[in-house]
């Protein structure tokens, strides 16, 4: 079964390729200290806007720091956080959507309740007030975005927990004497894993896009930190004279949530597929 | 004769690209409906007999699909029309009641709506001499209130109600040719037969050939005056209704009628096996695997229709004439 | 229609008590002491003896219930406090704002309108042309594309390079167009698929197969029956749209220097004018709540089921 479904992704074109772009971004994030031609956040005023160089291959920034050490420290902070608010938002929201779908009572209350007020808000602008009393940081941007979409997610877990719950295989293994954490380690999660997986691929791109657009504000990482968002707002003042320093970081966001729509999409197609 | 008759199909084939192959859907049927008569059409699901209906009224214009024949109504051949002018024959000339009722009507309009734009497709009306229209035929499909009844939506009918719009609404018109594809199949037993009843009841007021499609012999039996079992894409065999009932030749009528529940019987008679995949279908005897019949000549018989007697007509190697002479040969 | 908008409202003040409390918790987030914050603003040294005094102004002193019934009132009123950098009371702040806000996204809108509407319909018509196929990866394209970063490629060329159209600040029609087609174009390739998904959908129901076989004119039945069915899901998805086009345009009024509600958030979150970041949040809110209330009124008057299911 899990096999075949990895070979159904192997096939998959567009899933292997963006999964591949995704694995090269990353790996050049992580490995950036040993890669990176220079240091990210040295400032060298006599060479400021250098243009593409063997020692600097994407030229240099306003403040004379190299654009591509810079994009590599970037991907760091740009993907990991957004893989972070991942993390958090969906352990909250399993356990707490498990916990309600599976239990029901005061907790399903309270979660349907806070679900309905959360979803009064567009999302943007309760992860901008939030962060905004917080005051500006990357920190308090993951908070904000993790404590905005975790009720999303709780209530999609806890809808799928419903629906497993009256399934046979459930059924019986309560009339058995399972105890409820056992069915629920053995019976419900495993099921539910895999949906979860797609959804987060899929709304991983908006995570990245969400970031970058908070942290080009400037509510996100502060200066000097390297982030796409970041690099952008620094080049905005520069447009005229050095485009190219707006289209560096601009590709890459625009290539790792073009990358996580397509990987989602294949994840869906393969996983969704058989289960109808 | 005084009968005319008002639709003529010849050799009617329908195939359609497949995964694996073309599928010979509808392969070589020919028939005639007759003004004031019906026309029943039997078989099992599967056997074409709504594609049958769906590309006489040139709805199966998909991508790769290939119809051929002739099917001829007021001298003009269905098949070769262009899309305006077979748009102006549907609807007019030949209508359609529609197997599922509750999902062939728009939710968001009323049924005043359905009505006035189908009569406007067609006439010249004013929206007043329109609702007329539609009021008196709804009344003789036997509902009441009519008018309140056309400023309602179709969600708030029940299922016998809404197919009474739709025969209302296919009559409204005066069409030739009546298509009924299963007309009760989704419906209570008991407003089945008032459905068939007054469809038989407005088949004589109107003069409407009828095209009757049903899987239901019960049905059939009561209301064609003839009929034509169609088994794989093709007609096996054609008679009028009494004659078929009483003395069925082909095997495979013969097979369909002893599955009927019958009152006497405690159980009942299903038909052995499985109808033949229609993929790259080669003109042979479809029924033979399934057929208890079965010669050593059948597996080279072509299937083709011939004449028993005066009316009857049937598609088997045992009584087709060459075929015939074949049994004679010394082996 | 009148039961159901009656109901409809009526299930909304529970929703709105919900936001108000949510709201109204949000200013507890705040990591200092918003006293001290407003003295720091106001220019007055924040001695323990000034903060005390603030405090009790500000009624922090108060039980938390108390204080949430006494800013609810305040709320009911439409009093939200005054800024602390103006002085100003927010609301009036906010109003000041809010019209360009409000013209940017109606702008927006109608550029969503009038791309996804002709080709959503349009590609799933002709589903699998090559038309199709570019309206697609176009859409694709379009939904990953982050709108700061598209803003400075239109700049770029539409302004800077072609000097075309004006690139900052608001005033003339010309002054819109980078902006509103900046933000549009996210929406539109979402509501471009969507739509073309509904109308394949419909495309294959019975009721357009009756609707051929009566007679019909093609044109009618896409118009009539295709069309008029594939919009609900669109309608009630646009409620939701219209209010993230007034967040989304956040980013987009910074980039392009609109005087908006956006730049106007972004500068008190700098200035740390709490009361101006809490009416903020509640102001949206209620804008997003009505907006797709009247989003769900528009799908009621399209849809009978949905007007008159409870009074069968």
Not at chain 1, 10 to 16: A, F
Not at chain 2, 161 to 176: C, S, T
Not at chain 3, 56 to 81: C, I, R, S, T
């Amino acid at each position: 079964m899990l096999q075949e479904k990895v070979k159904g992704l192997y096939r998959n074109k567009p899933g292997i390729i963006s999964f591949a772009v995704l694995a090269v971004i990353m790996l050049a994030g992580i490995l950036a200290p040993v890669l990176a031609p220079n240091d990210p956040v040295l400032v060298t005023l006599d060479n400021r806007f250098a243009a593409p160089s063997t020692q600097f291959p994407f030229g240099t920034d306003h403040l004379g720091r190299c654009v591509l050490s810079r994009l590599m420290y970037g991907a760091i902070v740009s993907l990991g956080s957004a893989l972070l608010v991942m993390t958090i938002t969906i352990t909250i929201s399993i356990i707490i959507g498990t916990l309600s779908g599976y239990k029901g009572g005061w907790v399903d209350t309270l979660l349907m309740r806070m679900g309905d007020v959360n979803l009064a808000f567009p999302d943007l602008v309760l992860t901008l007030v939030i962060a905004g009393m917080l005051g500006p940081g990357l920190a308090n941007i993951i908070i904000a975005m993790a404590a905005v979409q975790w009720v999303w997610y709780a209530r999609i877990i806890r809808g799928m927990v419903l629906s497993l719950k009256e399934r046979s295989y459930v059924l019986s293994a309560k009339v058995a004497g399972t105890p409820g954490w056992l069915i629920v380690v053995r019976h419900i999660l495993p099921n539910i894993i895999p949906h979860v997986v797609v959804l987060v691929t899929i709304n991983l791109g908006m995570v990245v896009l969400h970031i970058s657009g908070l942290t080009f504000l400037g509510l996100g990482a502060q200066p000097p930190t390297p982030e796409w968002g970041a690099m952008l707002n620094d080049a905005r003042q520069y447009l005229r004279s050095y485009p190219r320093l707006i289209m560096f970081p601009g590709t890459m966001i625009m290539l790792v949530v073009i990358s996580f729509n397509l990987l989602g999409d294949a994840l869906r197609d393969v996983i969704e597929f058989r289960e109808g | 004769m005084n009968e005319q008759v008002v639709l003529d199909v010849k050799d009617l084939h329908v195939s359609l690209p497949s995964m694996r192959g073309v599928v010979g859907a509808v392969n070589g049927i020919s028939m005639q409906i007759t003004e004031g008569k019906v026309l029943g059409l039997v078989g099992e699901s599967g056997c074409g007999k709504s594609i049958t209906c769906l590309s006489l009224l040139g709805l199966t214009k998909e991508e790769g699909w290939v119809i051929a024949g002739v099917a001829k109504i007021q001298g003009k051949n269905l098949l070769t029309l262009g899309p305006e002018e077979i748009r102006k024959i549907r609807g007019k000339e030949i209508a359609i009641i529609m197997q599922n009722p509750l999902t062939a009507f728009n939710p968001l309009m009323t049924i005043e709506q359905h009505f006035l734009e189908t009569i406007g497709s067609h006439l010249l009306l004013s929206k007043k001499e329109g609702r007329n229209l539609a009021g008196r035929y709804l009344e003789y499909t036997g509902l009441s209130q009519p008018s309140k009844l056309l400023k309602q939506y179709p969600f708030q009918l029940s299922g016998g109600m809404i197919q009474r719009v739709m025969i209302a609404i296919a009559l409204a018109l005066e069409p030739k040719v009546l298509i009924a594809d299963e007309p009760t199949t989704s419906l209570d037993v008991t407003v089945q037969r008032q459905i068939l009843c007054q469809l038989a009841r407005l088949k004589e007021k109107v003069r409407t050939g009828i095209l009757l499609v049903s899987h239901d012999l019960g049905v059939i039996a009561q209301m064609a005056d003839e009929v034509a079992v169609m088994y794989c894409g093709c007609i096996v065999e054609r008679a009028p209704v009494e004659r078929l009932f009483n003395q069925p030749l082909h095997p495979y009528t013969k097979a369909l009628m002893a599955s009927k529940p019958k009152m006497q019987k405690k159980t009942l008679q299903a038909i052995g096996g499985q109808a033949p995949s229609l993929l790259n279908f080669d003109g042979g005897c479809p029924f033979f695997e399934r057929c208890h019949e079965k010669s050593c000549c059948c597996s080279h018989y072509k299937q083709e229709l011939v004449q028993y007697d005066d009316k009857h007509w049937v598609g088997c190697a045992k009584f087709a004439v060459k075929q015939r002479m074949l049994y004679y040969e010394p082996a | 229609m009148g039961r159901f908008v009656a109901r409809r409202i009526i299930s909304l003040v529970p929703v709105l008590l919900g936001i108000s409390l949510l709201t109204f918790v949000l200013i507890h987030l705040v990591p200092v002491d918003p006293a001290e914050v407003y003295l720091r603003l106001s220019q007055i040294p924040p001695t323990d003896e000034a903060v005390a005094v603030i405090r009790a102004e500000m009624g922090l002193n108060k039980p938390l219930h108390q204080q949430y019934f006494d800013w609810l009132w305040k709320v009911v009123h439409l009093d939200f406090g005054k800024s602390f950098v103006t002085k100003k009371p927010v609301m009036a702040e906010l109003l000041y704002y809010f019209p360009a806000t409000l013209n940017l996204a109606a702008a927006s809108l109608l550029i969503v309108l009038l791309i996804s509407i002709p080709v959503g319909v349009f590609s799933a018509l002709y589903k699998d042309t090559a038309f199709d196929q570019i309206c697609r990866i176009l859409a694709f394209i379009g939904a990953s594309m982050p709108s700061f970063w598209l803003s400075f490629v239109l700049i770029y060329i539409l302004s800077l390079e072609l000097n075309l159209l004006p690139a900052f600040g608001r005033g003339t029609l010309a002054h819109l167009v980078l902006p509103a087609t900046t933000l549009a174009l996210g929406a539109a390739a979402v509501y471009t698929r969507l739509l073309r998904t509904s109308m394949l959908e419909n495309l294959n129901q019975n009721f357009v197969l009756y609707a051929r076989a009566r007679g019909l004119k093609e044109k009618l039945i896409v118009v009539r029956h295709v069309l008029k069915n594939a919009l609900i899901p669109v309608v009630i998805a646009f409620g939701m749209t219209l209010g993230h086009m007034l967040a989304g345009s956040v980013i987009v009024e910074n980039v392009f220097a609109w005087p908006g509600v956006g730049r106007y958030i972004v500068s008190s979150i700098f200035n740390r004018d709490y009361p101006v970041i809490q009416a903020y949040a509640l102001f949206m809110a209620v804008v997003f709540v009505l907006l797709n209330l009247f989003a769900d009124i528009i799908c009621a008057t399209l849809d009978p089921r949905i007007r008159l299911g409870g009074d069968k």
